[in-house]
């Protein structure tokens, strides 16, 4: 016990529980996902033991494969659909909202930052209760489906842009827009010429956030579904997570992961490489993850 | 807030721009965020249509109808009741859950800010992993890992654990624990470890050379300095978990493990007395009010404490 108390509190020392500990979460966190892509590649139809490999969930088979059910591949492209909606809605609205918050000093100026922190403690089935019995009782002209799923996705996502822009531009500070004011630019001009670029890879890494948050989404996607033609993902595996079956459910998740992956892969890199562009350096994955961190925070 | 931030407000007047600028935020989160909210009370203080059994809301507060929200006040406080049976259910799924993850999350964030050296980027690889794999690919994992014939139970009897198969898929608590902890644990790792990181050595150092034993330094210096991370960690994975159906769903599905998000999903998606479900969320805020109140009253005498 004692030597366990003094690996846990010496920063010299060797940690070799701590060491231990990690490796044993990092393995429990990622080899259940692991094991769920091995048996999306099975040759027979059980999601629970091994059965060879093939690609028959993926396109091989005529009737449940990923590529021939309608209602596999219609969800990813549903799910896709709206992060691709949230990222280019709630990304210009996240940054004019976060600079405006951000300057803006007047009357109203903290009910305004409550109003869109309060978003980020509301849970998604609050959310999605209001959001669905507001467009079924009052704002009947928005159908569900795909446009009341796109403005709820904006809706939640809209906070995390608005944090990640707002931690930059503290870091920021107003002395370039002042320079540029100084120099006989109008405000408009200040803020496209001189606060913009400096928020280049801000912007880019609340892109990343958005559509990865969005790709998520299940509660507020599942609630303002309109039927199995809007079901995205997630909500396709939550209806047939324990009735599916075939494997085809773990090959639509796989597939949907590696596009994850490769879009926000892209973005990172994009990311990385407008960082480096405004000369800041250091850790890369580092400061993600500390912007993720602080997005979920 | 700097000094020249509040001049260049002064100077150049322009409160009116930085208004202007926020305004299309400021009218979508109205629309859609804070009218929503005014709906679920008219429905909840509304009616049901005799015939159709849809909702009627009640937009005039003066002409508030109180049926639903006595009928979910009677389940609540009435001892034995349905609700309060899913309510304290809740309560301790979420508190367990939680005390779980910090136990997991605090030493893995304290080794990676600490420890990490030239492996940190890699580690750090895996912790944000999950974030950009769905929450529920993460529990159809474990409901293929947890069948009759899965890998769990194959595991468990080639250890000689188990005997025979166990069914955990079929209302078991510990399943349904099991995926909030797996689920959450990493929403709760990051903000830890983003504020372990910034920690400065140099205190340590301080406690050691002013005689304190390496366990000492952290239990002194660490700990209280983490504390607002620790609660902000809490605070982070158990609102959502309070509102969560979708784990019990898929990994038990059986009502002895239904959670008051179940219930809300249930009043709400079933047809059947919209109303009530509008009530349940609305005493489901009011209860996370009261929590949230809590928490920031806990972090500013943390803060207090710190001498921030």
Known sequence: MTRLRNWLGNPWGKPRFLVLFTALYLVWSIVPILIAIRFSFNEGRSRSTAQGWSLRWYTGDPDSSVFHDATLHSALAQSLRLAAFAVLVTVPLGVALAIGLTRWRGRGASTARGISFATLVTPEIVMGTALLLVFVELLTFIPLGTPAQAIGHITFSLIFVVIIVRGRLLAIGPEYEEAARDLGASRMQAIRLALLPMLVPAIVASGIIVFAISMDDFVISAFLSSGTSTDTVPVRIYSQGRTAPTPALNALATVTLVVTIVIALVGFLLWRGVRAARGQTGSTVGEFAALDAEAVR | ?308
């Open chain 2, 1 to 308: 807030m700097s000094e020249s931030e509040r001049r260049v407000g002064a100077k150049r007047g322009g409160d009116g721009f930085w208004a202007g600028l926020a305004l299309p935020g400021v009218v979508w989160l109205c629309l859609f965020f804070l009218l929503p909210f005014y709906v679920i009370l008219c429905v909840a203080f509304g009616r049901v249509d005799p015939i159709f059994q849809t909702p009627s809301p009640e937009w005039n507060p003066l002409a508030w109808n109180t049926a639903a929200f006595e009928f979910v006040l009677d389940g609540l406080f009435s001892s034995g009741a349905a609700f309060q049976t899913v309510f304290v259910r809740t309560f301790f799924y979420v508190l367990i859950a939680t005390a779980l993850s910090l136990l997991i999350a605090y030493p893995v964030a304290y080794y990676v800010a600490r420890y990490g050296g030239r492996w940190k980027g890699l580690l750090l690889v895996g912790l944000i992993a999950p974030f950009f794999i769905s929450y529920l690919m993460r529990m159809l994992a474990w409901i293929n890992l947890l069948q009759d014939d899965g890998w769990v139970n194959e595991v468990l009897m080639w250890l000689g654990i188990l005997d025979a198969p166990h069914n955990w898929l079929d209302g078991r608590a510990s399943s349904v624990i099991l995926g909030l902890v797996y689920g959450y644990v990493p929403f709760m790792i990051l903000p830890l470890y983003a504020f372990l990181d910034r920690i400065d050595r140099s205190l340590l150092e301080a406690a050691r050379d002013l005689g304190a034993t390496p366990f000492q330094a952290f239990r002194m210096v660490t700990l209280p300095l983490s504390t607002p991370a620790i609660l902000a960690g809490i605070v982070i994975i158990a609102l959502p978990m309070f509102g969560d159906y979708y784990t019990p769903d898929l990994l038990s599905g059986a009502p002895q493990t239904n959670l008051i998000g179940n219930e809300i999903n249930l009043y709400i998606r079933g047809g059947q007395q919209i109303p009530v479900g509008a009530a349940l969320v609305v005493v489901l805020m009011v209860f996370l009010t009261v929590l949230m109140g809590y928490y920031l009253y806990a972090t500013v005498r943390a803060q207090r404490r710190l001498g921030a």
